[in-house]
Nanobody, 129 residues
Framework: QVQLVESGGGLVQAGGSLRLSCAAS????????MGWFRQAPGKEREFVAA????????????VYSHSVNGRFTISRDNTNNTVYLQMNSLKPEDTAVYYC??????????????????WGQGTQVTVSS
């Protein structure tokens, strides 16, 4: 079992930055693909970014949605069982609850929420214009 706890959300002005953290419990964290999703009010949960696990052929792969590519950076620290989402040049449309997620599935598709086994409780990010 893996438990995920997000932190780092808050209120920021457009153009600003935030860094989200996701602390994971469990000894096999490094073998999980970790992702970030977000959900705005009245909208479906959408994929933001993912980073693959360390010992696969695709070790170190990072994937981003088109809407955040070039502005957000996902990274992981397997020593501390933590995954980060650095968010720069934030826009009001980035306002949402952000969720950390983890999975054991090895697949070249990363944007399906249903493929993720573990989820955090979410952290609110609000970007004012």
């Amino acid at each position: 079992q893996v438990q995920l706890v997000e932190s780092g959300g808050g209120l920021v002005q457009a153009g600003g930055s935030l860094r989200l953290s996701c602390a994971a419990s469990g000894r096999t964290f490094s073998s999980y693909t970790m992702g970030w999703f977000r959900q705005a009010p009245g909208k479906e949960r959408e994929f933001v970014a993912a980073t693959t696990w360390s010992w696969s052929w695709s070790a170190g792969t990072t994937v981003y949605s088109h809407s955040v590519n070039g502005r957000f950076t996902i990274s992981r620290d397997n020593t501390n069982n933590t995954v980060y989402l650095q968010m720069n040049s934030l826009k009001p449309e980035d306002t949402a609850v952000y969720y950390c997620a983890g999975r054991t599935l090895v697949s070249k598709t990363y944007d399906r929420a249903a493929d993720y086994d573990y989820w955090g409780q979410g952290t609110q990010v609000t970007v004012s214009s």
